[in-house]
């Protein structure tokens, strides 16, 4: 598939056709592979991903280096966070990491701010981002307040498998326990209740979900 069939198969319902020209010409194509570190924290940004395929987590960092997970990433997305560090010339407080093998554009620093006032599309698009993981991020909050771990567990699990659009997933206990910010024996614990409760089962290398 061409560059600019996979452009029109991510974007072509949001952007107009000029629009969707200028990135054709001007971004750069990066592909990456499962696990991989795409953003540090720390980092200074200088350009704006467009998710083509895959998946990408967002994740936070505590000043004890412990990771929470806010939000995961989609063909069609961008990254909230990104716009914001991009906009303010500021270092990236997010570290994104490759869920599974994708790819996306690059945009420029430059040519985002261009956009804003050229593109009413591309305008809406970055307005629209930033109000979806704001919410995304409000439902992280809500969740750690308010949710049992095994709740909170069970939709990390869900959220998972709507992002990845398989219902099998093959993360490890111990990369669950990272995300979720506890351990390994914890996460093993409540999966195996979540089993006996018949929403998942559980294989050698794998986790699937029954119920959504």
Sequence with gaps: ???????????????????????????????FKADDNLIEIGDYIKSMPLLLHGAIKILREDENGD???????ERGDTCAMTLTCCMGKSKSKIRAVAENNG???????????????????????????????LNEMLEAIDTLAFMNLDERLYKY????????????????HQQIAYDMHTSRVVISRLLKSLELQGKIKLHRNKIEILEF
């Design 67 to 73: 990771e929470l997970l806010l939000y995961f990433l």
């Design 157 to 172: 699990l869900t959220d998972k498998a709507k992002v990845i659009g398989k219902t099998e997933i093959l993360n490890t």
């Design 1 to 31: 598939m061409s560059f600019r069939e996979l452009l029109n198969e991510a974007y072509g319902y949001i952007f107009e056709e000029e629009l969707l020209n200028e990135i054709e010409n001007i971004a750069t194509y990066k592909e």
């Design 103 to 133: 790819a996306m554009f690059m945009i420029p620093i430059e040519k985002m701010e261009e956009w804003l006032t050229q593109f009413k599309t591309w305008r809406n698009f970055v307005f629209e981002s930033y109000n979806i993981r």
